[in-house]
């Protein structure tokens, strides 16, 4: 902000003082939302009903990081908060007492995940949680960012996540050289799953209002299932990735972390929408829809919902793991009860190709070297030196200390997709094959041959992948937690996973652009089972300042 707009908005701040001071007094009677739970709905009415300010919020919010991201927990869940936020909500405060809201998420805090773009004379950094772009200075906000601000909202500040959207090598989830280890809020040093793993704990305990993550292969959706969270991860195209620090503009995108399904729903409303500057987003249908709408108990009375079984209940990597596969089989019971017809097995007729493909691996590692070539290429200035992944490679190994975790000092992927040679024959051919596995024989094949509306599979392990090479949606909700008896296991070097009370969640899967009905399947089970309070964090990871601490001060 230059000197004048910070001048008046000191004014602005000064005038709302003697006026929020009357709003105040005038709606003393509602009792003030719990900052754990609180709805965008909620926080909306108390900032249009004077009861509290932005300004409040964002008091509350930095206190709650405070003392849980270094301090107690270490959840290391926030890299940085915005030191112009305060600023920006009086201004927005002011705003809103002379014309009214701009939208549903008008001065409402938003945490973003750190390898999406934020203009640095806001005073924040963009780096995937990487030293080699501290300081950088990146030409503009991302898309998404823009239309948050468009709409009101707060950049609160940039989230933790695992190193480059966990395309680096072998390293634990939710680690980053700049952030830290992130840890789960349901168990000390439980994992947070990534990469979007900060803006998954920062939703799950109201370290702000709602998060933004991306996905590229499950860094939305398994951290949603990891932290009791709902987690949107749209059809690739549907909301802009320019700005945003890449992996591959074939499977890249940016989506919400929320508390609710209307939250999210809210938030994918405001984010959604062409770009100029990401032509994926040129393709979507318009208009976009306002997702809300979609939000009904009786959405899945009449629907066919299928259970592509094969792989992904039988794998591995899913374990076959008791505890979830007793709460996937009641959820079930519980579609069925809201009127749904479960087709079970509906099996992608390529799943067992998917699962021995390493299609995704080429694009990914191809895609990669060329997209951050490109985005080193485009910084007005990098004070670390590094312009090129080649150079990256080089700074990691000659900054252990910085950028190499204790026993991890993994870069296998970066040194991989260092070694390709650009767009070739064999590159097309499995771009080709991706969208034939993931979507003509994959998803899209089952619903037709099944004629179902949508599929459903624990969220945990493999379910991601279809949907990643298809570049198709995926809405998950909260579907229950690891029993107090379950064995804790390891996930890294200071992580565990699973671990008594540590959440599991539900994913709902469909065609290109199906968000919409998705969201509906999704919120009709989340209403019908109030599944994410029955357990909560555990005590010391739960901040205990509420908007009263804050007002007043
Ligand atoms: C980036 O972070 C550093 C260290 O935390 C801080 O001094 C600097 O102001 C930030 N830079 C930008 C561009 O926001
Ligand atoms: C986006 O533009 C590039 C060239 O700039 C082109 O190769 C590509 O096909 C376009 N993609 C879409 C989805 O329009
Ligand atoms: C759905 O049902 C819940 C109660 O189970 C209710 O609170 C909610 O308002 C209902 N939603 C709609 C859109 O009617
Ligand atoms: C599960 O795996 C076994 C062998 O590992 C195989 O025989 C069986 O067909 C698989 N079941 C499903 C449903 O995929
Ligand atoms: C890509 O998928 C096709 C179809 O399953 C398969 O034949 C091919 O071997 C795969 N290529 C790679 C590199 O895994
Ligand atoms: C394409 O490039 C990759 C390395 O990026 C290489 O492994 C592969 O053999 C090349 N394919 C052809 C047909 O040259
Ligand atoms: C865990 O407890 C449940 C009852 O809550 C019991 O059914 C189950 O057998 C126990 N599992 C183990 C591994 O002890
Ligand atoms: C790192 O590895 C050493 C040797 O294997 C082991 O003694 C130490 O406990 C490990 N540290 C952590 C944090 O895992
Ligand atoms: C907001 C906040 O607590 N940021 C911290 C995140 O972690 C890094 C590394 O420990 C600290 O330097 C930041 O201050």
Not at 140 to 151: I, N, P, T
Not at 205 to 213: D, F, T, Y
Not at 224 to 252: M, Y
Not at 476 to 491: K, M, Q, R
Request: aromatic fraction near 8%; charged fraction near 15%.
């Amino acid at each position: 902000m230059g000197s004048l707009a910070r001048f008046i908005a000191w004014i602005w701040a000064g005038l709302l003082l003697s006026q929020s001071a009357y709003l105040v007094s005038a709606s003393i009677t509602t009792p003030l939302p719990d900052l754990y739970e609180a709805s965008l709905t909620e926080l909306q009415a108390g900032l249009t009903s004077g009861q509290f300010t932005s300004v409040h919020l964002i008091k509350a919010y930095f206190a709650r990081i405070e003392e849980v991201n270094l301090q107690g927990p270490e959840l290391r869940a926030v890299i940085e908060t915005n030191p112009s936020a305060l600023e920006e909500a009086a201004a927005l405060d002011y705003e809103r007492l002379l014309y009214g809201p701009r939208s549903a998420l008008h001065g409402i805090p938003v945490l973003v995940k750190d390898n999406i773009g934020t203009v640095a004379f806001e005073g924040m950094n963009t780096t995937a949680g990487s030293y080699s772009l501290l300081n950088s200075i990146i030409p503009e906000d991302a898309g998404v960012v823009k239309r948050l601000r468009k709409a009101g909202a707060i950049i609160l500040g940039k989230a933790n996540l695992s190193e480059w959207a966990h395309f680096r090598g072998n390293l634990a989830s939710g680690w980053s050289g700049r952030g830290g280890q992130c840890t789960n809020a349901y168990y000390p040093k439980g994992d947070p799953c990534g990469s979007s793993a900060g803006s998954g704990v920062a939703s799950s305990i109201g370290l702000s209002a709602v998060s933004l993550g991306t996905e590229t292969d499950g860094s939305i959706t398994c951290p949603a299932n990891q932290n009791n969270v709902v987690g949107i991860k749209p059809t690739v195209g549907l909301t802009s990735r320019a700005g945003v620090i890449p992996i591959s503009e074939h499977q890249d995108t940016v989506g919400p972390l929320a508390r609710s399904t209307t939250d999210a729903a809210i938030v994918l409303s405001i984010i959604a929408g062409p770009d100029p500057n990401d032509n994926f987003t040129l393709a979507q249908p318009t208009p976009v829809p306002d997702y809300v709408m979609a939000l009904s108990n009786s959405s899945l009375v009449g629907k066919r919902i299928g259970v592509p079984r094969a792989v992904f209940l039988n794998d591995t990597l899913t374990g076959n793991d008791p505890y979830v596969n007793v709460v996937f089989e009641q959820a079930l019971e519980t579609l069925k009860e809201l009127g749904a017809t479960i087709v079970d097995p509906a099996d992608l007729p390529s799943a067992y190709e998917i699962y021995n493909s390493n299609n995704e691996t080429v694009v990914l590692d191809t895609d990669f070297k060329i997209q951050l070539n490109a985005w080193y290429d485009s910084l007005i200035a990098n004070p670390s030196g590094v312009a090129s992944l080649e150079d990256l490679i080089m700074f990691d190994n000659n900054n252990p200390s910085l950028e190499e975790p204790t026993n991890y000092t993994d870069q296998s992927i970066l040194i991989e997709s260092q070694a390709t040679t650009g767009f070739n024959s064999s590159y097309y051919q499995s771009l080709a094959f991706d969208k034939e596995l993931g979507a003509t024989r994959g998803i899209d094949a089952a619903l037709e041959m099944y004629t179902l509306d949508a599929l459903i599979l624990p969220a945990p392990g493999y379910t991601t992948v279809p949907a990643a090479i298809a570049g198709y949606p995926i809405v998950t909700v909260p579907l229950g937690f690891y029993p107090d008896n379950v064995t804790i296991g390891s996930a890294g070097p200071n992580t565990v996973y699973p671990a008594p009370g540590l959440p599991i969640g539900l994913s709902f899967l469909g065609t290109a652009w199906s968000e919409y009905d998705l969201i509906g399947y999704a919120y009709a089970y989340e209403q019908k089972t109030q599944t994410r309070l029955m357990r909560k964090a555990y005590a010391a990871a739960i901040p205990t300042t509420q908007l009263a601490d804050v007002m007043g001060s």
